[in-house]
């Protein structure tokens, strides 16, 4: 088996086969929406640098026991060992954490395939049409006063929402949990009074409640002076109030129906289980056919066909009036919008958006030789695709979402709710568009699940000598049949809450948090510690030898120290034992 391993094709082919892998869902609808509600600029700046410190050192080590093993990543450690070895847990917890993360993940792809199909046939027609109409005659029958108001909460709700966070910055988040639960107590008709016997309860409620005033006094501020514009406006060209009135009365209108499309397909397990089944079954095809004809010839086709589309949406963004809202949005580090929290999330989030932590490279890596050179530039490579198209999935979306008056900090629905309703207010040319977004989601979507499914099925190949095909039919069938669980999460009846109760979160979500949070980090983590003490110096040396001793003395300090004790810190704020929030907040103070 071992002597005929496949092999890439070429460098080139197995950097875009790595990149394929990287860049997912994760960038373009997951990276643009925690952006947005982590407030843009500094955030990025943060993520850019859990890429640099953290993600690339991974990266390389991933690549390094994969071209040094040969091996997927359960049988990569014992064979680098010489003998059986605890390590392979991490490719064990790899395999596990494929298999969960591909459940939910086709889902993702499968809504991607539908909304394709429903731009292709102009599913935001009829809605622009008839939101045009209703909000024509709102135009015509609604009072002066009204459509002030609704002129008034429009523009200052971003400014109300930024006052109240700023307001709350002076409250640590200790006090804030405090002051929710004496909140929601009193809403329940507890005696304020005997709440108060608790001091922390009693001086948080006293602290807040004796600031609220200046919460109030600032959003007043805000409402009076906007009260004052528009009626100035009203008065100097009543023409125009209207127009901007009825405008944000036909979003509302579009938004309303937008949503209910999305919410439908939501909680439609099956029609969910239909496109998932059918991105499987093209995965399974892609894979079947092997390393160099299979997964690389579809990644050459389909990688320059995506960033194509992306450009394609980019240059359009350019022409577009919110072009350098965006451009400030995403670039302009703004210190005021970020919580301490948002540097967790961010370095979660490069473990996932690389394929870190579950072996994904390592099974790439496999399939080049030992010691063929060139791991760190492959890897920059890798790593500067993946930012690169994260950035510019940012720089496509948020020009469209500013310059049709939509919210930046959408959160998940960016994707399905957001970017339909611009292309729904663009007529014919936002069919086009929408056609070719979806589309670019469902390539990005298929070039990440095949490496998923690579890495389970491989243990199969490697490990028990089964075909390619039987193993990549076998495994592919069995994620799709776990995936059904989360196609149907979001159904009535299907919640989780009914069979654990008290417990918040869709069986979707939880496989994503579980994976995201928790396994990815705890798999990289040890990843990192492998590479960086336990695996051979000699190894090391081998797969770094045309590298200068700077760049692989930087790289060894990375992927010892600094990778590790971050990850080390996002777990434990995550487990509870240390508060990341609460610590930065008694720093700043
Ligand atoms: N990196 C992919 C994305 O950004 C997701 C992924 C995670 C793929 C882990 C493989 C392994 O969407």
Not at 14 to 30: M, P, R
Not at 97 to 104: E, K, T, V, Y
Not at 227 to 243: G, H, M, Q, T, Y
Not at 473 to 494: D, L
Request: charged share 15%; proline share 3%.
């Amino acid at each position: 088996m071992s002597q005929q391993r496949s092999q890439w094709g070429s460098r080139v082919g197995f950097i875009l086969a790595a990149s394929g892998s990287a860049v997912g869902l994760g960038n373009i609808w997951k990276f643009p929406y925690i952006t947005g509600e982590n407030g843009g600029g500094l955030f990025v700046l943060i993520y850019l640098a859990c890429i640099i410190l953290v993600g690339l050192p991974i990266l390389v080590a991933e690549i390094m026991i994969g071209r040094a093993g040969q091996s997927q990543p359960i049988l990569a450690f014992h064979k680098i060992a010489g003998r059986r070895t605890g390590w392979s847990i991490v490719g064990w917890l790899g395999v596990l954490s494929g298999f969960i993360i591909g459940s939910f993940y086709i889902v993702v792809a499968g809504w991607a395939m539908d909304y394709t199909l429903k731009s292709v046939v102009g599913f935001t027609n009829p809605m622009a049409e008839q939101a045009e109409t209703q909000a024509l005659v709102y135009r015509a029958t609604a009072s002066d006063q009204d459509m002030q108001e609704l002129v008034v909460e429009h523009r200052t709700r971003y400014e109300l929402d930024r006052a109240e966070r700023n307001w709350r910055r002076q409250f640590s988040p200790s006090t804030w949990s405090h002051w929710n639960d004496y909140k929601s107590a009193v809403e329940a008709d507890a005696d304020p009074e005997k709440l108060k016997e608790h001091t922390g309860i009693a001086a948080a409620a006293n602290q807040v409640e004796a600031a609220q005033g200046q919460l109030k006094e600032a959003q007043d501020e805000i409402l009076k002076s906007s009260r004052a514009e528009v009626s100035e406006l009203s008065k100097a060209s009543p023409i125009e109030l209207r127009d901007e009135a009825e405008t944000i009365k036909r979003r509302m209108l579009i938004r309303d129906q937008v949503t209910s499309v999305f919410m439908q397909l939501l909680g439609d397990g099956w029609t969910s289980t239909f496109w998932a089944g059918l991105f499987m079954f093209i995965a399974i095809l892609v894979v079947a056919n092997g390393i160099s004809s299979g997964i690389e010839r579809t990644c050459r086709v389909l990688m320059p066909l995506l960033i194509l589309c992306i450009m394609t949406l980019v240059v359009y963004g350019f022409f577009q009036t919110g072009f350098n809202q965006a451009l400030a949005f995403v670039f302009k580090p703004d210190p005021t919008s970020l919580e301490p929290k948002s540097v967790l999330e961010a370095l979660g989030h490069a473990f996932f958006t690389l394929s870190l932590g579950m072996g994904a490279m390592i099974t790439y890596g496999s399939y080049q030789r030992s010691q063929s050179g060139g791991l760190v530039g492959e890897s920059v490579a890798i790593a500067g695709l993946d930012t690169g198209i994260a950035l510019l999935a940012c720089m496509m979306m948020f020009p469209i979402i500013f310059s049709y008056g939509q919210d930046p900090s959408g959160g998940p629905g960016l994707v399905f709710m957001s970017m339909p309703l611009a292309f729904a207010e663009m007529g014919e040319i936002g069919m086009l568009l929408g056609i070719i977004f979806f589309g670019l989601l469902v390539f990005a979507a298929l070039t990440s699940a095949i490496s998923i499914l690579e890495v389970v099925a491989s243990y199969l190949i490697d490990g028990h000598g089964w075909s390619r095909h039987k193993s990549v039919w076998i495994i592919g069938g069995s994620i799709f049949g776990f995936g059904i669980i989360s196609a149907f999460a979001n159904s009535a009846g299907f919640k989780m809450t009914s069979w654990l109760p008290g417990y918040g979160q869709s069986f979707f979500d939880t496989m994503d948090l579980l994976t995201s949070n928790w396994m990815l980090p705890l798999g990289g983590l040890l990843i990192a510690i492998y590479a960086g003490w336990v695996l051979p110096a000699r190894i090391r040396k081998n797969e770094l030898s045309d590298l200068s001793g700077f760049v692989a003395g930087a790289w060894l300090f990375l992927v010892r120290f600094v990778a590790p004790i971050l990850v080390i810190i996002v777990l434990l704020d995550k487990i509870g034992l240390i508060d990341v929030d609460e610590i930065s907040f008694h720093l700043m103070h």
